[in-house]
């Protein structure tokens, strides 16, 4: 028996708790130290029920410059009371943070930054000078200034701050009273602050961030221009990659392509694969993981495409099977019937789940295959940054099937149709990955 039920059973009445009222508000950015203490006004949410109230405050502060975090809203975090933990002392670079979490309405009302700042003594000067910046763009102008005598160290690393979908990549420098890279003085967590350090130039790189969608009669053949139309910072120990996958049934070719960030795979690692074919359905991929700024930088679809074999076009066999190759629907019973080129033996029925790279899809596929087997990707579950998990039928041969119309697979591989009427090349944006 529930204890819902007893209760109700013994007439007791347990008070429903009431969904609360909090502030919201979320601040992020470098201000001078000369504008402190902050004040702020924040708007209000309706909290779900059972959910308490959280405001958090951290306070970088670092020469004539402060890094101020501020997040306010609804939690389902252990309430507790007002804490202040100062996570590294001044003088030259100090942090401090407030959190609280508290189950009354609009009780996470902290308006100020005064909690956490107090007017700078006066600090005698020493003989170091080092550079002092606080910015997620670049450091590369930072002015020098003459540290405290007590910090006679140069700091210089990058923070990584995220919580929820804020992620900011802090790059800092300043005095330090001790050498090293340990800025936080081991804090990983304030609040639902996550925090991550690095002093490793090269540990946080920059790549070239797009994705490409295609679909043509002849993009086996001719290269086709990948660009990307933006930028991405990576988190730490990410490298760049940069993925094309080819779909090819004869009648239509697909192309999709990613650039971006992804988690660390075998460093300087390229390659080109041939899952299936020709003749017959084609399936090849390139990918490439590297771990040096915008290294993701191939123009074309000819990096996939100069490795390909280019053998000279088959003749048409016996073999008749629907074809089709569909992003967007299923493939219906109207799939086109085709005269398959000598060498295939079986007609392929299935799609490929595709998601990663920004791009999340099912491709249908029907056509002619050269092999037995009815799989084209041989139980493969990565190409590149795409997972990939195939479903098919098995590959059948088939008794009788429609009359083909008189098409030959002409053109390098038997990759395209002397009569095409297909759609033209497309580009369609894809939304881009967290």
Same mark, same amino acid.
């Given at each position: 028996?529930?204890?819902a039920l007893?209760?109700?059973l013994? +007439?007791?009445t347990?008070?429903?708790?009431q969904?609360?009222? #909090?502030?919201?508000?979320?601040?992020?950015?470098?201000?001078s130290?000369?504008?402190l203490?902050?004040q702020?006004?924040?708007?209000?949410?309706?909290?779900?029920?059972?959910w308490?109230c959280?405001?958090?405050?951290?306070?970088?502060?670092?020469g004539?410059?402060v890094?101020?975090? *501020?997040?306010? $809203?609804c939690?389902?975090a252990a309430?507790?009371?007002?804490?202040?933990?100062?996570?590294?002392?001044?003088?030259?670079l100090s942090?401090?943070s407030?959190?609280? !979490?508290?189950?009354?309405?609009?009780c996470n009302?902290l308006s100020?930054?005064l909690?956490?700042?107090?007017?700078p003594?006066?600090?005698?000067l020493?003989?170091?000078r080092?550079p002092?910046?606080?910015s997620a763009?670049?450091?590369?102008?930072?002015a020098e200034l003459?540290?405290?005598?007590?910090?006679?160290?140069?700091y210089?690393?990058v *923070?990584l @701050?995220?919580? +929820?979908s804020?992620?900011t990549?802090?790059?800092v420098?300043g005095?330090?009273?001790?050498?090293?890279?340990n800025?936080l003085n +081991?804090?990983q967590?304030?609040g639902p602050?996550s @925090?991550?350090?690095? #002093?490793?130039?090269k540990?946080? @790189?920059t790549?070239?961030?797009g994705?490409m969608?295609?679909?043509s009669?002849?993009l086996?053949?001719k290269?086709v221009?990948?660009?990307?139309?933006?930028?991405q910072?990576?988190?730490?120990?990410?490298?760049c990659?940069?993925t094309?996958?080819?779909?090819?049934v004869g009648?239509r070719?697909l192309l999709l392509?990613s650039?971006?960030?992804?988690?660390?795979?075998t460093q300087?690692?390229?390659?080109?694969?041939?899952?299936?074919?020709?003749p017959g359905?084609l399936?090849a991929s390139?990918a490439?993981?590297?771990?040096s700024? %915008?290294c993701?930088?191939?123009?074309s679809?000819?990096?996939?495409l100069?490795?390909?074999?280019?053998?000279?076009?088959?003749?048409?066999?016996?073999?008749q099977?629907?074809?089709?190759?569909?992003?967007?629907g299923?493939?219906t019973?109207?799939?086109?019937?085709v005269r398959c080129? %000598?060498?295939?033996?079986?007609?392929y %029925? $299935?799609h490929i789940?595709?998601?990663?790279?920004g @791009?999340?899809s099912?491709v249908?596929?029907q056509g002619?295959?050269?092999?037995?087997?009815?799989?084209?990707?041989?139980?493969?579950?990565?190409?590149g940054v795409f997972?990939?998990i195939?479903?098919?039928d %098995?590959?059948? !041969?088939p008794?009788?099937?429609?009359p083909a119309?008189d098409?030959?697979?002409?053109g390098?591989?038997?990759?395209? /149709?002397?009569?095409? #009427?297909?759609?033209?090349? *497309? /580009?369609?944006?894809?939304?881009?990955d967290s």
């Amino acid at each position: 028996m529930s204890p819902a039920l007893l209760l109700a059973l013994l +007439g007791i009445t347990v008070p429903r708790v009431q969904a609360l009222t #909090c502030y919201r508000g979320t601040l992020v950015s470098v201000r001078s130290a000369s504008e402190l203490p902050l004040q702020w006004t924040t708007s209000q949410e309706h909290c779900e029920d059972g959910w308490s109230c959280q405001e958090v405050l951290m306070l970088m502060e670092n020469g004539p410059h402060v890094y101020v975090v *501020l997040i306010k $809203g609804c939690t389902q975090a252990a309430d507790h009371e007002a804490l202040v933990t100062q996570h590294r002392a001044g003088p030259g670079l100090s942090i401090a943070s407030y959190t609280r !979490v508290c189950r009354e309405n609009l009780c996470n009302h902290l308006s100020t930054s005064l909690p956490l700042w107090a007017p700078p003594l006066p600090t005698a000067l020493g003989s170091v000078r080092c550079p002092v910046c606080l910015s997620a763009e670049s450091c590369g102008s930072a002015a020098e200034l003459t540290c405290p005598a007590e910090s006679a160290h140069c700091y210089s690393g990058v *923070l990584l @701050l995220s919580a +929820g979908s804020l992620t900011t990549h802090l790059k800092v420098q300043g005095c330090m009273s001790q050498a090293g890279c340990n800025l936080l003085n +081991g804090t990983q967590e304030i609040g639902p602050i996550s @925090l991550r350090e690095t #002093c490793d130039p090269k540990a946080i @790189l920059t790549c070239h961030r797009g994705n490409m969608f295609r679909t043509s009669q002849d993009l086996t053949q001719k290269p086709v221009t990948w660009s990307a139309n933006s930028e991405q910072l990576c988190n730490l120990g990410e490298v760049c990659q940069e993925t094309l996958l080819l779909i090819d049934v004869g009648i239509r070719s697909l192309l999709l392509g990613s650039k971006g960030c992804s988690k660390a795979r075998t460093q300087g690692s390229q390659a080109v694969s041939i899952h299936t074919g020709p003749p017959g359905v084609l399936v090849a991929s390139f990918a490439r993981f590297c771990s040096s700024d %915008k290294c993701n930088s191939a123009a074309s679809s000819s990096v996939l495409l100069n490795s390909l074999p280019h053998p000279a076009p088959p003749a048409p066999g016996d073999l008749q099977c629907p074809t089709c190759l569909s992003i967007f629907g299923s493939c219906t019973q109207n799939s086109d019937i085709v005269r398959c080129p %000598k060498g295939t033996s079986h007609c392929y %029925k $299935g799609h490929i789940a595709l998601r990663g790279g920004g @791009l999340t899809s099912p491709v249908n596929i029907q056509g002619c295959l050269a092999q037995p087997s009815s799989s084209l990707l041989n139980g493969t579950k990565n190409i590149g940054v795409f997972s990939v998990i195939e479903d098919h039928d %098995k590959a059948i !041969v088939p008794d009788g099937a429609a009359p083909a119309p008189d098409l030959a697979w002409v053109g390098g591989l038997g990759l395209s /149709l002397a009569l095409w #009427c297909g759609a033209p090349s *497309l /580009l369609i944006p894809f939304p881009h990955d967290s």
